[in-house]
């Protein structure tokens, strides 16, 4: 998960970097994509996109030069990333009070100002093709973005989540996002479908012509030049993708930061020290993507590192959360945790999601992901076979090192107990998750965690199937847990953890 959050983190900084170009160009009183070099049109976009910010090379194989304006705009990235953090989770959390509402403003704006292009090929373009939810292209590139939007498989949400208050409700929180993020995603589709109304395939447009950073950098940039007033509507829209996309790499970067410090103990009290040192990392490992050959890599990185990883970490947590720690038990945390009662058919459902379909899902999706990654997409250019041999081992790495922790734990396991033993051993909560748990049951619990300790209520209910009953013994969805552990009850030395 942290190799995928590295990868991940490098080319979304790539990307915003050049979303910072187009903001510094959207300031002129002309934009320069309009007419670029005598061209028009989308072909002037693309141009323009290709030639004046990237100095695009034909293939992997030509690496370039460093371009200084590139190295620029990452450097403002990751400085701005390293600002939010500096000033600590609570403030960047009131920072989204002013950048969410802008989001939603700006795509509510672009999808007005679209309708007002509305004609035949955009009737044409929303009308459903029923026949397409056959086809498994369909349902991975859903899945795909659902992931990608979400910040799945990333441990992005898992970070953020470890700062909030000990009573916080969960489930409308989960509901509320996956809502949000939904209209965002209608509202840019549809206004992406306005501004590629009269779009017509020109033999002017290089052979990269394909999805992400070429629907954000030449098509709405020419759908964005074509209107009245197209400097506000640029300098919108670039905006809102630098904000989007910052706070994506917040949460990886939080994950990134909140691991280290969990893994080295030494470092604990030096948080900013560490950010620092992870920002500097990254826009190192940054640098040859703003090459020549940049674009390149950045799809090469997005296209195998950062799409079948992510739902095998999703698969992998749904199936510890289900049936290593127990899908009753992580209910009853999440009812505590949102200090609400659920009925019996809502937590009969819950569990046979928790443990069937979702798993299920995943599977399919994941036997797509490795089916269709074989080749790049369609109109991109293709990769010499040794680039698609390095982007499968990067993607393999993160797997290898999970496969190889599991054996070597099951390794240690098998010295002491049998063969049966050892693999129940491995797949129940080792002794650490339990010191930490006893040590947040005995102790008076704070609001800001890391990645390894469980947020645990003070003063809960038991929800159990219904059930409300009144204690004052602090959690009762653990009662089972330390019933199962009696030492950890026990033993004041774990509460000295």
């Known amino acids: 998960m942290c190799w995928s959050s590295i990868v991940f983190s490098v080319s979304e900084a790539c990307l915003l970097s050049w979303s910072v170009l187009y903001i510094y160009k959207s300031a002129d009183c002309n934009l320069p994509w309009t007419h670029y070099h005598n061209y028009t049109g989308m072909a002037s976009s693309a141009k323009y996109f290709a030639g ?77 093709d029923w026949s397409n939810l056959t086809d498994l292209s369909v349902w991975l590139a859903a899945g795909c973005y659902v992931f990608h939007s979400l910040n799945l498989g990333l441990g992005g949400l898992t970070a953020i989540s470890s700062h909030n208050k000990q009573t916080t409700n969960l489930l409308r929180d989960a509901i509320l996002v996956c809502l949000f993020h939904f209209v965002w995603g209608v509202a840019m589709w549809l206004a992406y479908t306005c501004l590629l109304a009269d779009y017509q ?40 993708v630098f904000f989007v996309g910052l706070g994506t790499l917040l949460g990886t970067l939080l994950m990134l930061v909140s691991t280290l410090m969990d893994f080295f103990p030494i470092l604990q009290g030096r948080r900013g020290h560490v950010t620092m040192a992870v920002c500097v990392t990254l826009l190192l490992l940054g640098l040859p993507l703003t090459s020549q050959a940049g674009f390149h ?19 992998c947590t749904s199936l510890a959360v289900s049936y290593c720690y127990g899908q009753k038990r992580f209910i009853l945390d999440l009812c505590s945790i949102s200090s609400i009662k659920l009925r019996d058919v809502t937590m009969t459902h819950m569990v046979v999601l928790f443990t069937t379909i979702v798993p299920t899902l995943l599977v399919i999706l994941l036997l797509c992901s490795f089916y269709h990654t074989h080749s790049p997409p369609d109109g991109q250019t293709p ?41 129940k051993l491995l797949l129940k909560p080792d002794e650490m998750w339990a010191e930490n748990l006893a040590s947040v049951y005995h102790t008076s619990s704070c609001e800001k965690t890391t990645m390894t300790m469980p947020i645990i209520v003070a003063e ?11 204690t004052n013994d602090g959690n009762n969805n653990l009662d089972e847990y330390f019933d199962r552990n009696p030492h950890l009850k026990t033993n004041p030395e774990h509460s000295s953890f």
């Not at 929800?463 to 409300?468: K, L, N």
């Open 383 to 423: 990769y010499p076979q040794w680039a698609k041999i390095v982007g499968w081992l990067m993607s393999a790495i993160p797997i290898s090192i999970l496969f190889i922790s599991a054996g070597l734990r099951f390794f240690m396991l098998s010295r002491k107990h049998n063969m049966t033993q050892s693999f």
């Open 201 to 240: 395939v020109s033999t002017h447009l290089p052979k990269i012509s394909t999805g992400g950073p070429w629907i954000l950098f030449v098509v709405f940039a020419r759908g964005l030049a074509a209107l009245p007033h197209g400097i506000v509507f640029a300098m919108a829209m670039y905006i809102m």
């Open 52 to 128: 004046e910010v990237l100095s695009l090379s034909p293939g992997l194989e030509i690496f370039g030069q460093i371009q200084g304006h590139l190295v620029l705009g990452l450097a403002v990235t990751w400085c701005s990333v390293a600002a939010c953090l500096a000033a600590g989770i609570r403030n960047t959390g009131k920072l989204c009070y002013i950048t969410t509402p802008v989001t939603f403003l700006v795509a509510g704006i672009l999808v007005v100002r679209g309708l007002f292009l509305w004609n035949e090929n955009v009737s044409q373009a929303l009308s459903p």
């Open 460 to 470: 809960s209910k038991n929800f159990y199937f219904g059930e409300s009953v009144n």
């Open 297 to 315: 890599i950045q799809l090469l990185l997005s296209y195998y590192s950062v799409k079948w990883p992510l739902i095998l970490y999703a698969l």
